[in-house]
């Protein structure tokens, strides 16, 4: 999704230490248990994974935690961690902005795929009436 220099959940230069994927991460968790990967891995990098859920599981915490990183944790603003995150964030406004009508198609459209699935849970979630003997 984001494209330029990795850096780790701990904020390193991922082309400068050795790392691993969240997915591998989580297997080697369950493989190795909490312990043993206590030793292999940075606890930093331990913690925010498993705190932190991915833009695939809820874009909003992906985008909270960009926000907690590059201002520092809440309420206590840095600009040592640069400004990419406010960057991006004022480009796609302008993109909205420039392109308004599609944004609210697209948004309109989520919205009304997600109304559509909940009807359709509900549905599937109903009790079903017995059936009946010789049509009584």
């Known amino acids: 999704m984001r494209r330029g220099a990795a850096i780790t959940e701990c904020g390193y230069d991922a082309s400068k230490v ?8 989580f297997q080697r ?4 248990g909490q ?4 030793m292999l891995t940075c606890m930093t990098c331990a913690d925010t994974a498993r705190r932190w859920k991915t833009w695939d599981e809820d874009p909003r915490m992906a ?5 907690d990183w590059e201002r520092g944790g809440s309420y206590r603003g840095r600009e ?3 400004q ?6 004022l480009a796609i406004a302008s993109l909205i902005e420039t392109h308004q009508e599609e944004f609210i198609a697209a948004v309109t459209g989520i919205e009304q795929r997600r109304e559509w699935n909940e009807r359709k849970a509900a ?11 010789g049509g009584l």
Do not use: H, N, S, V
């Open 63 to 67: 985008i909270q935690r960009e926000i």
């Open 80 to 82: 040592d961690r640069g």
């Open 123 to 133: 549905r599937a979630e109903r009790p079903k009436a017995p059936p009946t003997i």
């Open 29 to 32: 968790l369950k493989d190795y």
């Open 84 to 89: 990419r995150l406010k960057d991006e964030l």
């Open 18 to 25: 050795k790392t691993l994927t969240r997915a591998d991460f």
């Open 35 to 38: 312990q043993r990967m206590a």
